[in-house]
C-alpha cells in the first residue's frame, strides 16, 4: 500500500442536462477557440493578418447587397434540401438520395418548360411544374421506401445508386433538349418569354425562394413536433416493434414519409429551375444533397436549427471562396480553415454531453471542466464527439442504452 | 453487523475489499461510502431495491465507472481500476444482465477477441482450452455454435466462460436469474457451487430472495446508495431481509380476493401459430380467459408465451384457430385477422415486458409523457397531438404508482427497470382495458414494487378486468392466480386451479414433454370449467 496506484489523469462521466445558456456558452466558446487556431495558422502559414482575413470572409458573405441575397439564396437552397431530408432522418431512414431527387425534380420542371412553354400561361405552367417536380422527386423516394418497407432492403445503398441513375437520365435529356445543337448545353430555357419562371417580387429574383422556404421550415417544423403524423415518424425512428405493437402501419409510414422527403428535393429541383437558374446541368444539386445531410445532423434534426447550421455551412464557404481570390490562395486554404471551425463545433457537442475529471488537484468540478474545455478541445477528434469517446465500450452503452437495472445509474446520469 | 474491520482482519485476506467508495452523477449520490469485502471460496448476495447502487458499486469493481472517492483492495493490495482491463489484471470478471457478445462470431471468437495474446491466432487451442474450462465447472456449451444461434441461457455461459477464460478469480453476476428458466437456473446454480468450491469469490445480484438463500453464504444490504449491513444467509429470512432493503417492515404475503362472477371473456379454441421458418410455436390450444379472474399462464420460456398473446393482441399471424372476443352482451366475435388498432379498440391491452424490457411498448428516448400518447395520439380528428391528456395521464400514473423520476419529461431510459414498467403496465391499465394481458410484468423488479404490480392486477381483477398474467415465478403464479394454463411446447399441458394446485404438479406439467393429444386437451378443458 505504500505506492499508491495513480488514479486515472482524466475520467469521464455523462453530465447532466444542462441549461441551455451553459450548453450555448460552450459552443459560442467553441467557435472562438475555432477562430483563434484559424489565426494562428493563417499567421504561420501565410504571414497574412488574420483579422484582414476574417474580415474579408465577412464582406465575401456580407460586403455588398448582391452578396447578401446570394448568400441568402444558397441558404434557402440548402435548408430547404435539409428539411426535405429531415422527415426521413427523424425515422432513421438513411435518405442519402437527396441529389437524385433533386435533379429528377429538376428535370420534371424543365420538361414543363420546354413542352409546354408556348402553350400555357405561366398561371397554368408554374403549379403544374410544381406538381410534376413534387411527383417526380416522390417517386425518386418511393422506390428505394418501398423496397426498404417490403423487403427490408439497405436505403443507404439503393438511395446512393439512384443519385447515379438520375445524374445519367438528367445528361440524357440535357443532349436531346440541348440548345444550340451539339453544343452539350441546353442554355437559358425560354429567355425571350420567361415562361415557367418565378415572378420577380419586390425587384428581387431571389425573395420569392427565400420566402417559400421560410414558410417551409415552419410547417415543418410543426408537423414533425405536434403533428400525428410527426408523431409516428418519431416512434418508428426510436423502435420499429412499439410501432407494430401500438398498431402503426410502419410499412406506409415509411412510404408515406419517403414520399415527402423526396417531394420536397423535387421541389428544390424546380426552385433551382424555374427561380434561379432557368437551366439544367448534370450538377445542378452541386453536392448540396450531401451537404444537408451534415446541416440535418448539425441541427440534431430540428428544423429551426437548421436556419442557423445552413447559415454557418453557406457563409464559410462563401467566406472562404473569398478569402482565395482575394489573397490568391488556394480555394483549398478557405476549405482548411471551414474545417477547422467545423471541427471545433462538432467536438464541442461532446463536452455538452460529458464532463472530465481531473487527476485530484483541485476539488471544484466545475473549474475542472471549465478547463477541460480550454485545454482538451484540440484533442477531441469528430469521431468522438459524434460517436462517443474511444472507450465506448462500456461507458457508452451503460447510460445510453442499456435500460432496466443498469438504468439505475442512467436515471442520475444524462 | 456493521463491517469496518480494516481488509486483513477477517479469516484470512479477502478477495476483494472496498473503503469508502463514493459515486455521484451529478447531484446523485449512487454509492454513499460503501465498505464491502468479498472472500474467496464464497457466494455473496447484493440486495437493494432498484435503484440502490448495486450496480454502479460493481460497475466500478469491473472497470466501467471510476469512483470518486474510496479505495479498492485486491487481495490485500490497493489498486487503481481504470478500465475492464485492468479488471481482468485483476481477476475480475463482470456479468453484465445484458450480454456483450458479437452475434455472428461463434463463443471461442467472442471468447478470444480483444485478448492480446502474443503469435498466430489458434482458435483450434483456444477452442480446447474452452473445453477444459467447461467440464472442471459443468459447463454446457458449444464452443463453435455462432451467438445467434444460441438460447439467453447459453449466451450467459459464454459470458461467464469468457471471464473465466481470461483468469477471473472474482466473478460478479448482475441479475443473472432474470432470463433464466427454473431448470437453467438450477444448471447456473451448480456451476456456481462448483466455483466457489474452487476457491472463487462470486458476487451476484438479484431480488430473488428463494435464490439468495439457496445460493449464497453471505448476504450485503444496500438501501438509497449506503451500505445497510451484511449477514450469514443461514442466520436470516427472506422478511429480515426484505425488512432491510427497503427500510421498514413490510408484508410479503399477496392477496388473492375471490373472483366475482367470472364469465367468459375470451375464448380461445384450437389455435395453432407456426414461425416464418415453420416452427409449430402453438399447437392447437384450447382455453378461455374470464373476467375478473387473473388467469396464470405458466411454461418453460419459449413454451409458446409470447406467440400466444401476441396471437390475442393482433401482432401475430395466426394458421388455424379462432379467438372468440365475448361482447357485454354476449355476441362473439373473432379477433383472428383483425389489425392490432381494432383489437386495442375493442378493449384488449397489451403489456409485454420482453426481455430487454424497453424493447415492445415504450420509446426510450421519449419521455414519459410522449410514452403515455403512444396508446392515444390517434385520439381526436386534429391532424395535431393532443399534448395534454397524456401529459395530465403521465403525471397520474406517476403519482398512483409513485414512479421515481424527478418529472414527466425525462426520457423513460434514464428510469430504472422497475420505474420503466410501472409505467408500462400503469399506461396499459389507464386505457381502461376489458383484457388485460401481462407478461413477465415483475421481470428485474424488487420486492416492492413487485407488491406494486400484483396489487394493480387485483385491483384491475376486482374491477371485473379479465386479466392475463404470464410469469416465471411459480411461486407467485400459485399465489397470484385464480386458474393457471400451462403450456408445454405449444401445447396446453393442463389448466390447474390456482388456490389448490401444488407447485410440484405444476412443475411436471411444464416438463410434460410433447404435452398431451388433442382429445385430451378438450378434455382438461372440460374439467377445468
Known sequence: MQNKPKEPLIHMTRRKALPWQAAWGIRLVSILLALLLCAVITTLTTGLNPAAVYATMFSGAFGTARRTWILGKDIAILLCISLALTPAFRMRFWNLGGEGQILIGALATTACMIRLGSDFPNAVLIPVSIVCALGAGAVWALIPALCKARWNTNETLFTLMMNYVATQLVAYFVIVWEVPKGSGKIGIINQ????????????????????????????????????????????????????????????????????LSGAICGLTGFLLVAGTDHTLTTTIAGGQGFTAVMVAWLAKFNPLGMVLSSFLLVFLSRGAGEIATIYSLNQSYGDILTGIILFFIIGSEFFISYQLHFRRSGKNENAAAGSAQKDSVKAVSPQSADILPAKADGRKENPDTVPAEQGEEGAHNV | MDNKATASADHGVAAVSLRGITKTFGTVVANDHVDLDIRKGEVLALLGENGSGKTTLMNMLSGIYYPDEGQIFINGEEVSIQSPKDAFRYGIGMIHQHFKLVDVFTATENIILGLEEKGRLDRAAASKRIREICNTYGFQVDPDKTIYEMSVSQKQTVEIVKALYRGADILILDEPTAVLTPQETDRLFAVLRNMRADGKAIIIITHKLHEVQALSDRV????????????????????????????????????????KDPKPRIEIKGLTVTSPDGILQLDHVYFDIRAGEILGVAGISGSGQKELLESIAGLQRVESGQILYVKDDGKKEDLVGKDP?????????????????????????????????????????????????????????????????????TPVRRLSGGNVQKVLVGREIASAPKVLLTAYAVRGLDINSSYTIYDLLNKQKEKGVAVVYVGEDLDVLLELADRIVVLCGGRVSGIVDGRTADKNEVGMLMTRLGGIDREKQEEVQDLAE
Open chain 1, 192 to 259: 425571350s418569354t420567361e415562361a415557367g419562371w418565378l415572378p420577380v417580387i419586390a425587384g428581387n429574383r431571389y425573395l420569392l425562394n427565400i420566402l417559400c422556404v421560410a414558410a417551409l421550415t415552419i410547417v415543418m417544423y410543426i408537423y414533425l413536433n405536434y403533428s400525428k403524423q410527426g408523431y409516428e415518424i418519431s416512434v418508428v425512428g426510436e423502435s420499429v416493434a412499439t410501432a407494430r405493437y401500438i398498431g402503426i402501419k410502419v410499412g406506409w409510414t415509411i412510404v408515406r414519409t419517403l414520399m
Open chain 2, 220 to 259: 450485503a444490504v444496500l438501501r438509497k446508495g449506503a451500505y445497510i449491513g451484511e449477514m450469514m444467509t443461514k442466520d436470516t429470512n427472506p422478511q429480515e431481509m426484505t425488512n432491510m432493503m427497503v427500510g421498514h417492515a413490510v408484508t410479503l404475503n399477496i392477496d388473492r380476493p375471490e373472483p
Open chain 2, 341 to 409: 388498432l381494432e383489437i386495442q379498440h375493442m378493449g384488449v391491452a397489451l403489456s409485454f415486458v420482453p426481455e430487454d424490457r424497453l424493447g415492445m411498448g415504450l420509446v426510450a428516448n421519449m419521455d414519459l409523457s410522449d410514452n403515455m400518447m403512444l396508446r392515444s395520439f390517434r385520439d381526436g380528428r386534429s391532424v395535431f397531438t393532443d399534448r395534454k391528456h397524456p401529459h395530465d395521464l403521465a403525471e397520474k400514473v406517476v403519482e398512483e404508482l409513485e414512479v421515481n423520476t424527478p418529472n414527466v419529461s
